[in-house]
């Protein structure tokens, strides 16, 4: 498509050189956004109810990613280096998270003096041995990381189904708003002439 699809018109203006750019911005914005809630409720997700369905709530029953049956997946390693959504619930045990140490210890001492030195790499993220490193859910953080990543509504077909409609809403658009401006263009100028 090309940006004929605006007519010249003689008694309106609009903001925009094309229409086409703005709504392909908004549809592609839209499907990003889409593509990163399936990951986080389907990737994320399942790793969350691997750790919960394995009683994973404390030091003592934490398990690595392998004995969770994600040791070769790339994008929860990725998730478990970085400082992600997910880090505020899951817990290393030889990196305990300052909120927890220092209510665990109940003193006023700050947490950043217990915590441990953090190894980076030069993007940011942890160095992590993950065939040592073992991952827990807290107690207390066990119902709002269920809640998070519930997988209702988020799956591939939805996503499929939402890219659907929102292509045709999409090319509507396309088509309706010059169509609008020129009932619009054609309006006015039956006061103006």
């Known amino acids: 498509?090309?940006?004929?699809?605006?007519?010249?018109?003689?008694?309106?203006?609009?903001?925009?050189?094309?229409?086409?750019?703005?709504?392909?911005?908004?549809?592609?914005?839209?499907?990003?956004?889409?593509?990163m809630a399936?990951?986080?409720?389907?990737?994320?997700?399942?790793?969350?109810k691997a750790l919960l369905s394995n009683g994973c709530t404390s030091e003592e029953?934490?398990?690595?990613?392998s004995e969770l049956g994600y040791g070769t997946d790339y994008f929860v390693k990725n998730a478990l280096r970085t400082n992600t959504v997910m880090r505020r619930f899951v817990v290393r045990v030889d990196y305990v998270l300052p909120r927890f140490e220092s209510e665990a210890a109940g003193t006023d001492e700050p947490a950043a003096e217990k915590q441990p030195k953090v190894e980076r790499t030069r993007g940011g993220h942890e160095i992590i041995d993950f065939e040592t490193a073992r991952f827990y859910i807290p107690e207390e953080l066990k119902y709002r990381a269920e809640v998070r990543y519930a997988r209702?509504?988020?799956?591939?077909?939805?996503l499929i189904v939402t890219i659907i409609i929102?292509?045709?809403?999409?090319?509507?658009?396309?088509?309706?708003?010059?169509?609008?401006l020129q009932l619009l263009d054609n309006f006015i100028g039956t006061f103006v002439s």
């Open 1 to 35: 498509m090309s940006s004929a699809l605006l007519y010249d018109y003689v008694n309106v203006s609009y903001p925009f050189e094309s229409l086409e750019i703005v709504v392909w911005g908004l549809f592609i914005g839209f499907v990003i956004a889409s593509l």
């Open 38 to 48: 399936v990951y986080n409720k389907g990737l994320i997700g399942g790793f969350i």
């Open 61 to 65: 029953s934490a398990k690595t990613i």
């Open 152 to 158: 209702r509504g988020t799956n591939v077909v939805s």
């Open 166 to 180: 929102l292509a045709v809403a999409a090319f509507g658009v396309l088509y309706l708003v010059p169509e609008m």
